[in-house]
């Protein structure tokens, strides 16, 4: 008996320590901000240094431990390595972290009021006010993403306008529908600058906070 217990208390210990390689994984802010981008789809090593304003070799070594810790995996197409998220269950367990965070973390709350009240009658909409709308059949929801990611999958009905191209498209948006933006989520600032920049323009514009991770739990909740 004595050697059974033993044997359990190893187990117990075993499994934990191979779980806080996940842990210890995600103690990066920059880990954090990788994986965020994949969750949008595969990315190769360049395309990630540039949206996280970090160099090539930083990016390599992060992923290095991301994928030491079966977090990521990747695929080689001719010189480059295309990152991806190793399951699609990982996207759920990031999202799923961030709320308890926003929920936990009084700092997080300070820091998206500070920035959303900066921001002159700016309305966000719930997803079941972007959801009526889109029923109702005057609203154009416009993705702000990078057009890869758009590619890789989007809200229905959504039109592809990256936000470096916004301000080009603005005297094209029609001043007779509502247009609601959205981009990566929670974390992301740009639905929340591109609705403004809209109203500026005399657009009745909106911003939705969620990303279309969030928006497909959503519709199955929903369905």
């Not at 499994?15 to 990788?34: F, P, W």
């Not at 993403?145 to 470096?164: K, N, Q, T």
Request: glycine share 6%; with cysteine; charged share 30%.
């Amino acid at each position: 008996m004595e050697e059974l217990i033993s044997s359990a208390k190893d187990y117990k210990d075993e499994m934990y320590k191979q779980l806080s390689r996940v842990g210890k994984c995600l103690s990066s802010d920059k880990r954090l901000e990788i994986l965020n981008l994949l969750v949008h789809g595969p990315k190769p090593v360049e395309k990630l240094a540039k949206d996280t304003g970090m160099s090539v070799a930083n990016v390599s070594r992060h992923l290095q431990i991301l994928n030491d810790s079966r977090l990521v995996k990747f695929t080689k197409k001719g010189t480059y390595a295309i990152y991806s998220l190793a399951d699609p269950a990982i996207a759920d367990f990031l999202f799923s972290l961030w709320h308890i965070g926003e929920k936990q973390l009084s700092d997080i709350s300070r820091i998206k009021e500070d920035f959303l009240g900066d921001l002159e009658g700016l309305y966000t909409l719930t997803m079941d006010e972007v959801y009526e709308k889109l029923n109702e059949g005057n609203t154009i929801l416009i993705d702000l993403r990078p057009s890869d990611e758009y590619e890789a999958g989007h809200i229905e009905g959504s039109v592809s306008l990256p936000m470096e191209k916004l301000d080009s498209y603005l005297q094209e948006l029609p001043k007779d529908k509502e247009i609601v933006a959205y981009c990566r989520g929670q974390f992301c600032a740009f639905s929340a600058i591109a609705a403004q920049k809209m109203k500026d323009k005399g657009l009745k514009a909106y911003r939705m906070a969620e990303s279309i991770h969030e928006w497909e739990k959503y519709l199955e909740l929903k369905h």
